[in-house]
């Protein structure tokens, strides 16, 4: 099964090689470049020559056609992006008196 480098990609966070697949809920996700017999995912390239991917679910556990193995980046990445769900009670820390200075 070729899979064309012209879909590849770098991921910005770690620098792997990765290719970009578009989801049943037509998002993007990020894919491990070559395939992995551990991945959740069947990706497959449609007649348009876009990449798509679907979850292996219960029901349908197995590669269908074309499709291979993929596991999706995030699961890989070694740098995962920063979350920015920063939490909003957080404050800087002030520290204030942490040590007392003695009387002299
Ligand atoms: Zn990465």
């Keep these: 099964m070729p899979l064309s480098d012209h ?19 037509g998002r993007r996700q990020a894919l491990d470049a070559e395939p992995d017999a551990k991945g959740n995912l069947a990706a497959y390239v ?14 349908r556990d ?3 056609g074309a499709e291979w193995q993929a596991m999706p980046h995030a699961a890989t990445c070694t740098r995962p992006p920063v979350r920015r769900t ?11 008196g942490a040590w007392t200075r003695w009387p002299r």
């Excluded at 879909?7 to 809920?25: F, G, K, N, S, Y």
């Design 62 to 64: 197995r590669l269908e």
């Design 7 to 25: 879909t590849t990609d770098q991921c910005r966070e770690c620098l792997a090689t990765i290719r970009w697949a578009i989801t049943v809920h």
């Design 86 to 96: 920063a939490r909003p009670g957080r404050r800087a820390v002030v520290r204030r």
């Design 46 to 59: 449609d007649g348009t020559g876009t990449l798509r991917v679907r979850v292996l679910t219960a029901e």
